[in-house]
């Protein structure tokens, strides 16, 4: 089929012209009746009967070319023997033996032989291995045909010169008239194709839809099994799935069902106490117990002291109102927005929640998120931000592999370029005086961010580690330069302030600065601790 496309859509498709029919003008030449005739000459004389008595007129004949025609002197020499024996008498008898009736005989076989010839010469055979409609059964016909055709007329060739040179020999030609049919035969089925290509051509369309749609038929009987197969179980597979789909939909309708009931019940049975109740006792637990949470109405709830009746939550300290706003996010996040709600999976985002709380409550904070969040299955994600690096130890479990099954860690980082989120792992995590020094070897760090980070690099060094006083480290004689000026006004200026200066004075300079710390750890003899730190 691959073959049948390229015939009529590859560089073949052309027309191609009919094979004629092959004939074999002087077949009746080898049934001639002079091959088998015994031609002797004349048998007169006894010459004649001395040569027919020996049996070799031919060899005669082939002598008589080396005899002259007439005999000089008494005799001649004989061809043969090389004796003087040929007279003109013997010349005349023997050539009295080739007669009238030989020669015709021998110009008959000549002109026998000339038309065998012609008409074998007149045999073309066309090469239709090229043809790209041929078939193997065709071509090895049309090969055996002509090579047999071939071969009989070289072997008849043959035999009639063996003929012209002992006429008196007997021969029998061989017919190709066998092998001539046999090459009609594969030409008549060869000229059938040429006539379903040459259509194919003419109605190119139709040819190369036959064509695929046999292709198809063909591919569909080799993988029968397979599709049979295939078509039982998608029955069977689609009545499994009506049957889970109409499962689902009744289950579905149910929970719609229960939803309802769920919500209808909810509204009878809504309850603040509980949430009261939470609130104290965690209150409690922290160490906190000069206020509470009391009922308000029916369904709400208030900040109460025993010595107080109104504006509580004014009196409050900024770490009192940050844990009794957690308290109350806690149980926020158990319950539901409306009565009519039905309980779904959450994801909570907790933002610092220790940002303004004394180190005391960090760990009961801690223990109140995986108490409340991470060990109940009510919440699908729970997310902490923290500036603390007490409060991540708190948090990350210590287990290494529960917390790789449980626990994503990740980095916010903020400069010049904008915010990006990293993947990080738990050993990353360094030390706040770590993290100053790697904030300041960043030049896309805000300028105000680099100063403060060195400005807290010094105190943690010199008043924490070397016991020396801050403003002493700027009397060294070498950081007097001008140059260092702006650098000494920012160092030595209270943190808090320092970040609104650096924007209102252009003078921020972070080669210089960098150099200036520099200094300073050199002129007091730490200069390789600088250079470990910033590598």
Not at 61 to 74: A, E, F, M, N, Q
Not at 95 to 119: H, P, R, T, W
Not at 133 to 161: A, C, D, F, G, M
Not at 242 to 268: D, G, M, P
Request: glycine share 4%; net charge negative; hydrophobic share 35%.
């Amino acid at each position: 089929m691959k073959n049948e496309i390229s015939s009529i859509e590859g560089e073949n498709a052309t027309k191609l012209d009919r094979l004629g029919k092959f004939v074999f003008t002087s077949s009746d030449i080898d049934e001639n009746e002079l091959f088998s005739k015994i031609i002797v000459g004349s048998q007169e004389g006894t010459v004649a009967e001395f040569i027919n008595n020996l049996g070799n007129i031919d060899w005669v004949k082939d002598g008589l070319d080396y005899v002259p025609d007439k005999v000089s002197g008494t005799a001649s020499e004989c061809p043969f023997c090389q004796e003087k024996t040929i007279t003109q008498e013997l010349l005349s008898s023997i050539k009295g033996v080739f007669d009238i009736s030989y020669e015709n005989d021998i110009e008959a076989l000549k002109k026998l032989q000339e038309s065998y010839k012609s008409a074998a010469d007149e045999l073309t055979f066309s090469d239709i291995n090229e043809m790209i409609i041929i078939t193997p059964e065709i071509s090895k016909q049309w090969e055996l045909s002509v090579r047999e055709i071939k071969s009989i007329y070289r072997e008849n060739t043959l035999l009639i010169e063996s003929k012209l040179k002992s006429p008196s020999t007997p021969i029998a030609l061989k017919s190709c008239n066998s092998a001539i049919s046999q090459l009609n035969n594969a030409a008549s089925q060869l000229n059938t194709l040429i006539d379903g290509h040459n259509n194919k051509l003419d109605n190119k369309a139709s040819s190369l839809n036959n064509i695929k749609k046999r292709f198809w038929n063909l591919m569909r009987w080799e993988y029968d099994q397979t599709l049979s197969t295939y078509n039982k179980d998608k029955v069977e597979n689609q009545k499994a799935e009506s049957e889970i789909t109409s499962e689902q939909t009744a289950k579905t309708n149910e929970i719609v069902a229960c939803k309802q009931r769920i919500s209808s019940l909810r509204k009878q049975t809504v309850n603040i106490e509980e949430a009261i109740e939470n609130i104290n006792n965690a209150l409690l637990d922290i160490g906190i117990v000069g206020f509470s949470v009391i009922k308000h109405g029916k369904n709400l709830y208030k900040i109460a002291r025993s010595d107080m009746n109104s504006e509580v939550f004014h009196s409050l300290s900024e770490g009192e109102k940050t844990v009794i706003s957690f308290l109350y996010f806690i149980e926020l996040c158990k319950g539901e927005r409306t009565a009519g709600s039905s309980p779904n999976k959450k994801i909570v985002v907790i933002d610092d929640p220790i940002s303004s709380l004394s180190h005391l409550y960090i760990f009961n904070i801690g223990q109140l998120i995986k108490k409340a969040f991470f060990n109940s299955s009510s919440y699908e994600q729970v997310i902490v931000f923290t500036h603390s690096l007490y409060f991540f130890y708190e948090l990350t479990h210590t287990n290494k592999i529960k917390r790789d099954e449980t626990q994503n860690l990740y980095r916010i980082v903020k400069n010049s370029d904008g915010s990006s989120i990293l993947d990080m792992k738990y050993e990353e995590i360094q030390n706040d005086y770590q993290t100053y020094w790697a904030m300041i070897k960043d030049d896309s760090t805000p300028p105000s961010l680099i100063a403060n980070c060195m400005r807290n690099i010094i105190e943690y060094f010199f008043n924490f580690v070397q016991k020396k006083d801050f403003n002493n480290v700027f009397q060294k004689p070498v950081l007097s330069d001008d140059k260092f000026k702006a650098f000494y006004r920012y160092m030595n200026r209270e943190s808090h302030s320092l970040g609104q200066n650096i924007f209102d004075i252009k003078e921020f300079d972070y080669d210089t600065f960098k150099e200036g710390l520099k200094l300073i750890f050199n002129e007091c003899g730490y200069i390789e601790h600088y250079k470990a730190m910033m590598k």
